[in-house]
């Protein structure tokens, strides 16, 4: 009874190690000091940093030129979070770029077909299903490439659309900073610089400065990797780390349900933008491989960052801001007609 409990335990805690470049706002201004953190957990918190060693490239692209990022410049926090403190330029829109090194990692045939489940590589884990190896272990090699598009200052460029390079990448097809909320944005996802097809990806967001998250209850679940103990059942990481674990009625106040979004022949498919926020775009592309004695299979990871707001102007807000302030205006014109001629009706009587 015990062990059916961790075992059913162990598959709730289940989360994938994406990795995002997040930052508190996309909204900048010019000469404006902000932080780049790359969150390698959750898009909500971290659990491990990224050592320099394992970035291939690290890059900042604006008013069409690509400035690489000196691995010196990254501090770590906390053992979790790794950081990145800069001085914004000019305005323009702005695109920041990691790429890591791919890694190894073992997995039992139980934990490797629950992390399929639960990170959404539901192809590769169908395609078990149908060959019939779901008790077949795996070795896994596994990279990640992500990025972010912030903007800073009014001035939109043309930067949103760089291609970085990276063996698998998300593009979109216009300025995200030109979209709005209650809009869509059309993105391609490129493998190896060609479109990628038939890609399951996922697409979520945070609500802009009213979200907030709960920490308080957490569970932990141990296994072994590279002779350390870890807490989570499968971990693309380099170290210890907790998940945290939310019930059903905190997620509502954090994140919503997401979108399960599959690429076209050419590579496209198409975000609702239903609110402001954060939004985040993830996918994990795997094959199996036949020309190693040592993998089973290879992956590649990609994640998108950006910020929506509402289009700002006369014909967008229906509430009314006299509210806002006190009493509308109607009210005091009102009022003053009516004291105007009692005073009059005062000193009328008295003369």
């Given at each position: 009874?015990?062990?059916?409990?961790?075992?059913?335990?162990?598959?709730?805690?289940?989360?994938?190690?994406?990795?995002?470049?997040?930052?508190?706002?996309?909204?900048?201004?010019?000469?404006?000091?902000?932080?780049?953190?790359?969150?390698?957990?959750?898009?909500?918190?971290?659990?491990?940093?990224?050592?320099?060693?394992?970035?291939?490239?690290?890059?900042?692209?604006?008013?069409?030129?690509?400035?690489?990022?000196?691995?010196?410049?990254?501090?770590?926090?906390?053992?979790?979070?790794?950081?990145?403190?800069?001085?914004?330029?000019?305005?323009g829109t702005y695109v920041a770029g990691?790429?890591?090194?791919?890694?190894?990692?073992?997995?039992?045939?139980?934990?490797?077909?629950?992390?399929?489940?639960?990170?959404?590589?539901?192809?590769?884990?169908?395609?078990?299903?149908?060959?019939?190896?779901?008790?077949?272990?795996?070795?896994?090699?596994?990279?990640?490439?992500?990025?972010?598009?912030?903007?800073?200052?009014?001035?939109?460029?043309?930067?949103?659309?760089?291609?970085?390079?990276?063996?698998?990448?998300?593009v979109p097809q216009a300025n995200p900073?030109?979209?709005?909320?209650?809009?869509?944005?059309?993105?391609?996802?490129?493998?190896?610089?060609?479109?990628?097809?038939?890609?399951?990806?996922?697409?979520?967001?945070?609500?802009?400065?009213?979200?907030?998250?709960?920490?308080?209850?957490?569970?932990?679940?141990?296994?072994?990797?590279?002779?350390?103990?870890?807490?989570?059942?499968?971990?693309?990481?380099?170290?210890?780390?907790?998940?945290?674990?939310?019930?059903?009625?905190?997620?509502?106040?954090?994140?919503?349900?997401?979108?399960?979004?599959?690429?076209?022949?050419?590579?496209?498919?198409?975000?609702?933008?239903?609110?402001?926020?954060?939004?985040?775009?993830?996918?994990?592309?795997?094959?199996?491989?036949?020309?190693?004695?040592?993998?089973?299979?290879?992956?590649?990871?990609?994640?998108?960052?950006?910020?929506?707001?509402?289009?700002?102007?006369?014909?967008?807000?229906?509430?009314?801001?006299?509210?806002?302030?006190?009493?509308?205006?109607?009210?005091?014109?009102?009022?003053?007609?009516?004291?105007?001629?009692?005073?009059?009706?005062?000193?009328?009587?008295?003369?």
């Amino acid at each position: 009874m015990r062990k059916t409990f961790y075992l059913l335990l162990a598959s709730v805690l289940l989360c994938s190690h994406n990795l995002y470049i997040k930052m508190e706002k996309y909204f900048l201004q010019p000469n404006q000091e902000a932080t780049l953190s790359l969150y390698n957990g959750t898009f909500e918190k971290s659990d491990n940093i990224i050592t320099r060693d394992r970035m291939l490239d690290a890059s900042v692209i604006a008013q069409g030129k690509r400035r690489v990022i000196d691995p010196e410049q990254w501090k770590d926090q906390d053992s979790t979070v790794t950081q990145l403190t800069f001085t914004t330029g000019e305005a323009g829109t702005y695109v920041a770029g990691v790429s890591t090194k791919a890694r190894n990692i073992e997995l039992t045939a139980e934990k490797f077909n629950s992390y399929l489940e639960h990170d959404g590589v539901l192809d590769m884990l169908e395609q078990r299903k149908r060959d019939s190896v779901l008790d077949q272990d795996a070795i896994e090699s596994y990279e990640k490439h992500v990025k972010a598009i912030y903007q800073v200052g009014k001035v939109k460029t043309n930067d949103w659309s760089a291609v970085l390079g990276y063996p698998i990448e998300f593009v979109p097809q216009a300025n995200p900073y030109e979209k709005y909320s209650g809009e869509k944005l059309e993105v391609q996802l490129l493998l190896e610089g060609n479109p990628l097809p038939n890609q399951l990806v996922y697409a979520d967001f945070l609500k802009g400065t009213h979200s907030h998250t709960h920490s308080d209850h957490s569970h932990e679940h141990e296994h072994e990797h590279d002779g350390k103990k870890h807490s989570h059942d499968h971990a693309h990481s380099d170290g210890k780390h907790n998940h945290s674990h939310k019930s059903k009625k905190e997620e509502s106040h954090t994140h919503t349900s997401g979108q399960q979004l599959r690429t076209n022949d050419q590579g496209m498919f198409v975000v609702d933008l239903p609110e402001d926020g954060i939004y985040y775009l993830r996918t994990i592309h795997m094959t199996g491989v036949t020309d190693s004695d040592e993998l089973t299979h290879r992956s590649k990871w990609a994640t998108l960052t950006f910020e929506v707001s509402h289009k700002h102007g006369s014909g967008t807000h229906t509430h009314d801001h006299e509210h806002e302030h006190g009493l509308p205006t109607w009210v005091f014109v009102l009022g003053s007609l009516l004291i105007v001629g009692l005073l009059f009706l005062i000193f009328r009587k008295k003369n």
